[in-house]
């Protein structure tokens, strides 16, 4: 298939400074929800599922009482697909029989539809605009079949942390060899650690990439999906999620993979992306356009180091150079060449998708580890200029509303609460309410997401509180919801009636309430 490469955007490292927003006034979306109506099924369901990743399986459902009448209104709950549901290095769909089986479940229990990431390092594995859709493909058939959605992850970043990862699935094999050519195409921090999990948006609009800029290639990718998907576009495939950034996420990778299992619950500070050649070029000519050239070359001194207590450092104390005016020029500089990615992505995808029924979104990250301090240190070094003095999701929101894009938030099943056992300044919930409050503002919908597989009667109930912070008040279907993810735990009896009772509240939420 022929594929025409769109032109680079006329952006320079002098004009950066220039293109960051500090308008307050909030956009309307003009962004429009179709009607989802669908048949609602009650059950009880037993699946014996087997986790093996060898041949087929085999399976029992067992029903109980089935509503095939009951017309949904209220909020529609997806479930995001195995990481390995198509496998590396292969690229074919995996465990068929397990996974027809579970789509079944899957309807029969409410469920709206699936989330299925698609990983640039499957697809587009070994040569540039060369793609492999079919293992894809099969997976949207399956759904088409069985009555379900489909919500596609564009998977633009690396999974696992190395090839002895049972999830590993690194970028494609092309763009990792540009990589070792030139290795600041990757993101580095001030110690010189190089992170591969996405390529450094320092150089988003360079042709560094066999003669296209990284922007180039995901607009590509994309119009690519566009083309050999368009017959299940409206009916079948009704969302786009665009990764930006490392995990799907819109920030930049300011802990190091190896740490993302306990990370989030740690109080680490981060460090700051911003060390290759094309992030401190673009820094450089900031500095230059301010006439501060003392604040070239380097991000900021005295920013401890990952494990420190923020409170011995110069930069993220209470009364550190945070919020000072050389504080203030880097973060602006920094979280503004994130929003600038933000921006360029969401323009590309909207042109490619401008004619196509589907919903657009993205996703940031659920850092709360330092909420309650003053200055937000790990939400900094990730990109979001969040502090107790200034709103960093509210600029984000305002890009996505521009484009016409909902915001995936993950972290509605955390409770402050048990967090605060381990670390006393971390709040989810404060978290999820301020971004929420954002897409209020800029009239954007919302897309809520697990942080984990909790299965719990507790975290579901959390969930609904959550969900109705953003909900109340608002006409329409403007709410939905990921769970993360789709296993053989989910299939186990008492999961699968905590989960199926959820789905069901989930689908009265509007016209009830809820009772923590």
Request: one cysteine or more; hydrophobic letters at 35%; a neutral charge.
């Amino acid at each position: 298939m022929a594929i025409s490469s769109p032109s680079a955007p006329p952006f320079s490292a002098s004009s950066i400074c220039c293109t960051i927003r500090t308008d307050s006034t909030p956009s309307r979306s003009l962004w429009l929800t179709p009607t989802q109506t669908r048949s609602r099924l009650t059950l009880g369901c037993q699946l014996n599922f087997s986790g093996s990743d060898g041949g087929d399986n085999e399976y029992e459902l067992l029903h109980g009482d089935v509503s095939p009448h009951h017309d949904r209104k209220g909020w529609p709950v997806f479930v995001t697909l195995p990481i390995d549901a198509v496998s590396f290095p292969e690229g074919v769909m995996k465990r068929k029989k397990a996974m027809v089986q579970s789509f079944r479940a899957l309807e029969t229990g409410g469920v709206e539809g699936v989330v299925m990431e698609v990983w640039w390092g499957l697809v587009e594995k070994e040569f540039p605009r060369v793609y492999n859709w079919q293992a894809y493909l099969e997976i949207v058939a399956l759904a088409k079949r069985f009555g379900l959605k489909v919500r596609a992850a564009m998977a633009f970043h690396q999974c696992g942390t190395g090839p002895d990862d049972p999830f590993w699935i690194p970028l494609p094999q092309w763009v990792r060899e540009e990589i070792d050519k030139d290795p600041d195409l990757a993101y580095s921090d001030r110690f010189g650690r190089r992170n591969m999990e996405y390529i450094s948006l320092g150089c988003d609009v360079l042709p560094v990439l066999r003669g296209r800029s990284p922007i180039q290639a995901y607009t590509e990718f994309m119009r690519s999906f566009r083309d050999t998907f368009s017959p299940f576009f409206g009916g079948v495939i009704t969302g786009i999620q665009v990764g930006m950034g490392p995990a799907g996420e819109l920030r930049y990778p300011s802990y190091p993979l190896q740490k993302q299992a306990w990370t989030w619950r740690k109080p680490e500070l981060g460090e700051f992306q911003c060390y290759d050649k094309y992030m401190l070029a673009s820094l450089n000519a900031c500095a230059r356009e301010m006439g501060k050239r003392e604040w070239e070359n380097s991000g900021p001194t005295g920013a401890g180091n990952l494990m420190q207590d923020l409170e011995k450092t110069e930069f993220f104390k209470s009364d550190g150079s945070w919020n000072t005016p050389y504080g203030e020029f880097f973060l602006t500089w920094y979280s503004g060449m994130l929003l600038l990615h933000c921006e360029r992505i969401c323009r590309e995808a909207e042109t490619i998708f401008c004619d196509v029924e589907i919903n657009l979104s993205g996703k940031v990250a659920g850092i709360h580890r330092h909420y309650f301090t003053r200055s937000h240190p790990s939400e900094l070094t990730a990109g979001y200029y969040n502090t107790s003095i200034r709103d960093g999701f509210l600029p984000i929101a305002r890009v996505f509303g521009r484009y016409g894009f909902s915001m995936c938030c993950t972290c509605f099943e955390t409770k402050d609460a048990e967090e605060q056992r381990m670390n006393r300044v971390s709040s989810p919930e404060g978290f999820v309410r301020q971004v929420l409050l954002a897409a209020k503002i800029c009239d954007i919908p919302v897309q809520g997401e697990t942080s984990s597989s909790s299965l719990d009667y507790e975290s579901f109930q959390q969930v609904l509180k959550m969900s109705k912070f953003y909900s109340d008040g608002l006409g329409g279907t403007t709410f939905s919801f990921n769970f993360v993810m789709m296993d053989k735990n989910l299939f186990e009896y008492r999961n699968w009636d905590n989960f199926v009772r959820f789905v069901r509240q989930m689908s009265d939420a509007k016209n009830t309430s809820v009772i923590i």
